[in-house]
């Protein structure tokens, strides 16, 4: 294990970022996104991020391909460029663990090539949790918030930040930076584990640490997708997308054409099964309701995922849309409302 | 003719509204008053028709400045179609100012049927005014400009 | 706070039960004291288990009366004085049917932001108590206390009016100081101040953190069309994703000049965002700007007055004649 | 115009001897019609025909009193006392002998002189 | 998919001497959606179009572009060439690539690349146009004229004539405008009066038509064929109906210090009066401002000698509102303020007069029963001198840019008539030139100088001062190239004239354009000079120009053929680009219908299937397709983009603005 002075950490993140992108959280305008590294970036690794770090392999808005016309004639264009290896740090437990539930998505049959490609050049430089939020519920996934997987996992304890690299990429990138850090002693990894106990202590008594995912099971999907208390739990729903664009694990999108100057644009970009739009087809919309679509989100995140993903839920328990919902209406709530009496 | 800068061709919307400005711009041509090629116009029944969505848009596909022209107010074909787009394109300039786009971008004049002369001579000043500015970066698709 | 919530829940269940209404649209209580979701009670045994009514009841319900329009019966609804100037207005667009309606106007006091209470540094909340102008935030890191005043959102910060505009009967216990009307256009005056440069940058940055999760638009009571122009293909402005810079701008721009001379400023859409970017900026701009050109106007204030934008005068100000020259 | 000389003194004069309707009016008003060799309406014609050389020889520059009443007539915004005044800076600069400057005036003032004398002199000879 | 056609035009070498027009067609015939291109030397002729009907059928076009003039000159025509080759005539588009290409850039490449833009545009647009099927509305059958001067007298004659009711409505209170003021006119120098008269009795006899004198259109609403106009009777304090036109009131009237409008003010009337004998209808009014009973509330001698009991002082203005197919601008004129002129001493000097009240001067029932008398003393003056142009042709900006075309003819008419009369007296005319087109008319002012030895001065007035009496008129004889000064007894002034001042709030009522010099524009200079831009409204007489009274008579016969051809069809096509609304996106929040002009949008419940069985009732909008006059307002207000202009859709502008953006 390494480990490097905190305030010796843009030293590191300027020598990264020398040879390679470095996509870290940034604050800009008083918000922490995962954005690119640029000098005199304020770069804020305290905060969860407002939106997951699902970008960097499935961005917003994404080219597919360009159709360029002339007159009559019409030319298609791979406007894929190759993509060079980049550094994604400071991902926390719960959004390593939604790159998992995304290439359960995309790197199947058929695989999704312009994932798959930035997917590889990743270098996830992980940051283990030590102040979790009062929305966090990641312990009910079974997620270790204080040990997180990923090429290189990163703490940060009493002034330094300690390094560990665990595959053969993160090798590669230490080998890199390692001029800047020092060895880290059994010392620090003692300071490590006491940090690691106390944040699971806190862990434990968050407020949603015990949502009871039990009652989610494949065999009871009709009961579930019948049960009356939907209504209730929808009927506030504004039907925005905001929970689903800061959710780590929402992978779907609409195909969209652009015409630009010179022919037409094919780009995807994300999509919302809170939009009324939401996979609409020629014959109009299969479901017509705010309930319908609300009872999607959690159906298809709680049930419908799992049963085709060896009972993996397609939620990691980051919190963000329990925090950014307008009108206070999150997964958790759901799960506590139709999850079954152990969550009374 | 207004001298244009060779290098920089800038690219000026003009909507013209159909009983006044448009036909200005006819008496502007059959009076073989020249102002730049790069002033396109666009042909609308009255300015009240004007969408702001029609300036973004514009401006939007490469537009370096947008003008739109209709009646003078009172002698809207309409009677009132152009008191509307008055208060319309006051606020919408406005706010693209507030964004901090530069005002000069955008215009509303008002020319009659009669005012070719005019017509002419807003079309030279506004062209050579966004020349001035430069090309359009604050209200840009790079889509548009690949 | 519990006194007046204590007195919705007597006046819910009393209109409830005498008839005058079916349904009661109010808040009901969430997990952290701060997360209450508007909710609508169909009978006194919900409003006693759940109905709740403290600082963290910003949400203004006027717009969930579009929806309702469709129910049979009359609905009972608790509305801020802001709010009531939504509610005129959906009125004044025929969007809600009023015979239909009870409006209970409410005290407010001003409501609280929990990002506000977080900003401030203060995480893992887990509940508060509020004690007059002093609030104690309670976390899993510790209690901490703060200034009422200083975690309100930004629209109780910037009241434009305690007064009711439209209610059947009124719930109010306390003072509500009367607002500082003012306040509103103090931050777009500042910009105003700017230079086209320093406006430019400070939008761009504060716009390049727009998600297009459309929270400010659906929030939005004014925007109540059943189908956007952003989300019709035929409008030829319609997008799902922010795919080009241009299109932040364009999706605000658009987004408020549709509600101009409509919007009340009732303060929802920087409420909801989840990016923080402070929207009501750009409709005060509009607000301001009309009262400015045309006189003042206040949407919402009546059902009657002809909006700005359906209006003119002949001698009203030309384009762009109002702004000082220079790039 | 065909006359380089006559487009200086156009230029000089800033006004457009083409929008002449050839009324006369301004030789209607002249207080030195008489006087004149070539008259107020003939300067604006032989300027517009280009024809300078009979203006620079001409007397009448120097009985224009510069009172303006031609400009003040004419319904075509033509300005002849404007042509003459030109004309006469032309030939003064050929010249370029006779300047009067502002030192020297007072020598000259005499107190029963109407301002308008003074100012028009000093309009001629000055530059 | 669309089948294009692209027809580009040479106009002669009007566009191809600067657009190179075969690169332009060649490249447009490239474009998608384009299977057919052309060019022609002429296509607006009847071969062009042939080529143009040709082309569609061989090609089964289902759509053209013609890369032209303005379309404002041949949209219409082209419209109609691809009716009559099958095609909907809104599956036309126009690049307009003279008025704004060829003419006005000459360099040639940049001119072929702006007319192809152009092309492309039309193309853009007309791919997303769909074949447009024009409503139909009834037509009233009942034609306003506003104005009772000879233009208006004719005009109604005419469309009376035809078979067809017709109102005229007259501010003063009798018809016979600027004419019945006249005395003698050219060529022919009979009497005004004597021709006039028997035609404002025809109006008055005419049962078809009535006549609203002393009454002003006040609101004017709906469209062609469907006009509804307001108007206001001012109130004459007189009975029409009861009133003799015995002139008893006049007689007795003890308020005597009126000005006489009739005759330009140059003596009085009473306060009660007929403006003049041969008034039509020949009906007394009261003028409120001199009446000493509404006044003062005492006197009443008129209500009392009235055998007809005519007189009513509580009269208030009323207002009738009628029903009209057609309207028809027949304003006039007035003389020109002639402040801005000093020169010529007419605010100082009785005796400078303008022509108009020399008229009155001259004519036998005037001020001095047709004896010339000069205003100052009432002597008869011997010398006389007249100066023509005051006012007209002046961009000084005190005057009028424009020649106000009568003058001459007029001037030259009262010299003779003075000579005439008076051989004594000497006569002496100021010109800058002398215009005299017109058949007979070059024949009479040759008369005038060589007959009646009037003295035409070429050269214009400095001055007009008095000098002991005299009035002193200063000029320039350009062809002597002398300065003179002749000493006069009278000046007479050709003051310009200009457009009745009311017709700038009619234009605005009847929302149609004015030009710089408040005259009325019409619809097209050459080809329909006596229609205005806006459907139904048609111009009569002076209100659209300077003219003499043969030209006034013709066109307002013109003007009346204009409207007998409208009332007489039964049904009127309407303008198929008009708005629609989309009831799946209206949410009847009531936007649109605040900014409609015309009232063209109602609001109606309608049920809606939600799916799943559901349905909801909702308000939404719904327009009028007669009345809406497709202006495009409500379409901009629309927060929902539910409304649409049919014609100028969204998205045809949306690709329009793309296409241009181009490069």
Known sequence: MLKIELNKLNDLFAKISSSTDLILPVTVAGETNFAKYEDGAEVNLSVQTVKSAKDSFFPQAEDLMKFKTEGKKIDIIDVREKVESFVLFGVRACDYRSFEILDRVFLVDPIDTYYKAKREKGVIVTLACSRPEESCFCSAFGIDATNPLGDVTTYIADGFLYWNANTDKGNALTDAVKDLFAQADSNDEAKIDEQKKNTKEILSKLPYANVDLSGFTPDKLNELFNDAKWEELSEACLGCGSCTFVCPTCQCYDIKDFKTNDGVKRFRCWDSCMYADFTKMAHGNSRNFQLQRFRQRFMHKLVYYPSNNEGIYSCVGCGRCVKKCPISMNIAKVIKTIGGKNND | MQEINKEYQPLIVAFCCNWCSYAGADLAGSSRLSYPANVKIIRVPCSCRVNPMFILKAFQRGADGVIMCGCHPGDCHYTTGNYYARRRMTLLFDMLDYLGIEKERTRVEWVSAAEGVKFSNVMNEFAAKICELGENKRLEDLRCKE | ?327 | ?127 | MQRIGVFVCWCGSNIAATVDVKRVAETLGQEPGVVYSADYQYMCSENGQQLIKTAIKEHGLTGIVVCSCSPRMHEATFRKTAESAGLNPYMVEIANIREQVSWIHKDIEEATVKAIILGRTAIAKLLLNTPLTAGETGVTKRALVIGGGIAGIQTALDIAEAGYEVDIVEQRPTIGGRMAQLDKTFPTLDCAACILTPKMVDCAQNEKIDILSYSEVEEVKGFVGNFTVKIRKKARYIDEKKCTGCGICMSVCPSKKGLNEFNMNLNNRPAAYIPFAQAIPNVAVIDPEQCIKLKTGKCGLCSMKCEAKAIDYTQQDSFVERNYGAIVVATGFKIADLKYFNEYGYADNKDVITSLELERLMNAAGPTKGTLLRPSDNTHPHVITFIQCVGSRDISGCGKPYCSKICCMYTAKHAMLIREKYPDTEVHVFYIDVRTPGKNYDEFYRRAVEQYDVDYIKGMVGKVYNENGKLMVQGSDLLSNEQITIASDLVVLAAAIEPEPSVRKIATLLTTSIDTNNFLTEAHAKLRPVESPTAGIFLSGMCQGPKDIPETVSQASACAAKVIGLLAKDKLKCNPCVSISDDSMCIGCGTCANVCPYGAITYVDKEFRLGGGKTEVRRVASVNEAVCQGCGACTVACPSGAIDLKGFTTKQIMAEVEAVCKR
């Open chain 4, 1 to 127: 115009m065909n006359n380089e000389q006559a487009k200086i003194i156009s230029e000089l004069s800033g006004t457009n001897a083409k929008q002449c309707m050839k009324c006369g009016k301004c030789s209607g008003r002249c207080p030195m019609f008489d006087s004149m060799d070539i008259k107020p309406h003939q300067f604006v014609s032989l300027i517009a025909k280009g024809q300078t050389d009979k203006l620079l020889e001409s007397k009448s520059i120097w009985y224009c009193l510069s009172c303006m009443a031609c400009v003040e007539r004419c319904p075509r915004g033509v300005a002849p006392a404007a042509v003459i005044e030109a004309v006469r800076e032309s030939v003064i600069r050929v010249q370029g002998q006779n300047q009067l400057k502002a030192e020297e005036v007072p020598q000259f003032v005499d107190p029963e002189f109407p301002q308008q004398i003074l100012v028009s002199a000093f309009r001629k000879y000055n530059r």
């Open chain 3, 1 to 327: 706070m519990q006194r007046i919530e204590n007195l919705m829940k007597a006046k819910a269940i009393e209109l409830l039960e005498n008839g005058t209404v079916n349904r009661v649209l109010g808040w009901t209580a969430g997990d952290f004291y701060y997360d209450n979701t508007p909710a609508i009670f169909n009978s006194k045994e919900e409003i006693e288990k759940s109905f709740v009514y403290n600082s963290f009841c910003g949400a203004n319900l006027s717009k969930y009366l579009v929806k309702e329009r469709k129910n049979e019966g009359k609905i009972l609804v608790f509305l801020k004085p802001c709010d009531t100037y939504s509610f005129n207005q959906l009125v004044k667009e025929h969007r809600v049917n009023k015979d239909n309606i009870y409006i209970v106007g409410i005290e407010c006091q001003g409501h609280l932001s929990i990002e506000a209470i977080k900003a401030k540094g203060i995480d893992g909340v887990v509940g508060l108590e509020e004690n007059g102008e002093e609030v104690t935030v309670k976390s899993i890191y510790g209690d901490k206390t703060v200034v009422r005043g200083e975690v309100m959102l930004e629209k109780c910060l910037s009241c434009k009016s305690k007064k009711h505009v439209a209610y059947d009967e009124l719930i109010i216990v306390n003072e509500m100081p009367e607002a500082d009307s003012m306040k509103r256009f103090s931050k777009v005056a500042e910009l105003e101040a700017m230079t086209a440069d320093e406006r430019f940058a400070f939008w761009k940055s504060e716009l390049s953190k727009c998600i297009r999760c459309n929270a400010c638009r659906n929030v939005c009571p004014a925007c109540t069309c059943t189908k956007c122009v952003f989300d019709n293909p035929e409008s030829g402005v319609d997008a799902k994703a922010n795919a080009d810079k241009f299109e932040e701008k364009l999706f605000h721009i658009i987004r408020s000049f549709h509600v101009t001379g409509r919007c009340t400023d009732c303060g929802e859409c920087s409420r909801v965002c989840p990016q923080n970017i402070p929207l009501h900026l750009i409709n005060r701009k509009y607000i301001k700007d009309i009262n400015e050109f045309y006189g003042e106007y206040q949407a919402g204030a009546d059902t009657e007055s002809k909006a700005p934008l359906t209006a003119f005068t002949t001698s009203d100000i030309e384009p762009g004649s109002n702004l000082k020259e220079g790039k």
